[in-house]
């Protein structure tokens, strides 16, 4: 059986292998002995190498030892796990906040617990697969509207009757084309028809909004965003993820949530790790100044090969080309070139729309921006782009 599955895939160009990291430094990875540009990492502010949390994460380590040992409710709660869930409340201007151990487990935990038979979800049609996830966990009804449609949304509401709880969610910035949700739309249709807005802000934390806390205070929205979800391994440079809101909703989630509930503790380590980053990226704004910076960069460069990246408005920089072998051979292409940025296919993305994701990060330096544009030119002669 897997035989026949792993041929099919493989005739498909949709067979997957993990490309293995030896070692990294800054915006440089060693893959195969060879050093290359990391261009495709969520470690948008580049603090996963920050001394900070490096020191931060050993002395944990060296307090409470390497792993929580159980799951939060019978003995894994350390006193680090209680002070990073205050410091992300605080970060987030919200009452309480509550962690997870990856993004994924947070959405599925949240949605599951909120929403049930007697409900409804209304999701974005491009969603990350664990927020798809979570709503099939759920077992309400499922209610896809058309991407940042808001006239669509609003159809979709206007006919959601007999229904205990709506409940509209959305990413904040979307993962895989890099534009922003129309959250002040969103805000108000969730008010005019007496929905929860939830919104996942995992590529928005640290990079979006003036002191970097997403897209709530993106729009200047903060206070009308009842459950704001993010993640503290991307621009966070650490792991896990963590919802916010009110106090009464963490501790729903605490009694309800089944991935907090039945999952071993994250490490006291990973938590020391994103107090600090937390505490940097506040202390240092000039990351995210950088990664604007490089991206602009990079955006003006692509204009002038005239090369599109679609709708983006983030780190993230979709370089579509449509036919997934030549997406394949694009990336491999850049990787022969020295860059490292992996090429996108179904099922991450729909039919027709395979791409090279490209995202920046703060640690880029201006001649890394240039080289990646060199070799785009390169690959765009060449017939790798279109």
Excluded at 275 to 297: F, S, Y
Excluded at 340 to 347: N, Q
Aim: with cysteine; hydrophobic share 40%; aromatic share 6%.
């Amino acid at each position: 059986m897997f035989e026949r599955e792993l041929t099919d895939l493989r005739q498909r160009h949709m067979f997957r292998k993990p490309l293995v990291i030896e070692s990294r430094e800054g915006a440089r990875v060693i893959i195969d002995g060879r050093s290359l540009l990391l261009m495709c990492s969520n470690d948008y502010l580049g603090l996963s190498f920050h001394p900070a949390l490096r020191a931060a994460a050993k002395a944990a380590t060296d307090r409470y030892g390497c792993g929580a040992g159980a799951s939060r409710l019978v003995s894994g709660t350390s006193a680090l796990h209680a002070e990073l869930e205050e410091r992300i409340a605080c970060f987030k201007n919200t009452e309480a906040a509550i962690v997870y151990n990856s993004g994924y487990a947070a959405n599925t935990g949240i949605i599951s617990a909120i929403a049930g038979p007697d409900d409804i979800i209304l999701s974005d049609n491009l969603n990350h697969a664990s927020i798809i996830d979570g709503c099939r966990l759920s077992r309400a009804q499922v209610a896809v509207y058309r991407h940042r449609d808001v006239n669509h949304l609003e159809d979709l509401l206007r006919k959601a009757t007999s229904i205990r709880r709506r409940l509209i969610v959305t990413d904040g910035v979307f993962s895989m084309d890099g534009d922003i949700a129309p959250l002040p739309e969103l805000v108000s249709l969730s008010e005019k028809y007496n929905a929860i807005l939830m919104v996942d802000d995992a590529h928005a934390v640290g990079v979006l909004g003036e002191r970097g806390r997403g897209t709530a205070e993106h729009f200047s929205l903060e206070d009308r965003v009842p459950i704001q979800m993010g993640t503290l391994g991307k621009a966070l440079g650490s792991f896990g993820a963590y919802a916010a809101g009110s106090r009464d909703f963490v501790n729903f989630l605490i009694n309800r949530s089944r991935s907090f509930v039945y999952s071993t503790a994250l490490p006291p380590s990973v938590c020391a790790a994103s107090i600090a980053a937390i505490d940097i990226v506040e202390r240092e704004p000039v990351l995210k100044k950088r990664v604007w910076k490089n991206r602009d960069r990079l955006l003006s460069g692509l204009s002038r090969l005239g090369v599109s990246c679609g709708s983006s408005e983030s780190a993230i920089i979709p370089i579509v080309i449509g036919d997934t072998e030549k997406a394949l051979n694009t990336g491999e292409r850049l990787f022969e070139y020295g860059i490292f940025a992996s090429a996108i296919r179904p099922p991450t993305v729909a039919e027709g729309s395979a791409r090279v994701r490209i995202t920046v990060m703060a640690t880029h330096r201006d001649d890394d921006i240039d080289i990646v544009l060199d070799a785009l030119d390169r690959c765009k002669k060449e017939g790798f782009l279109g």
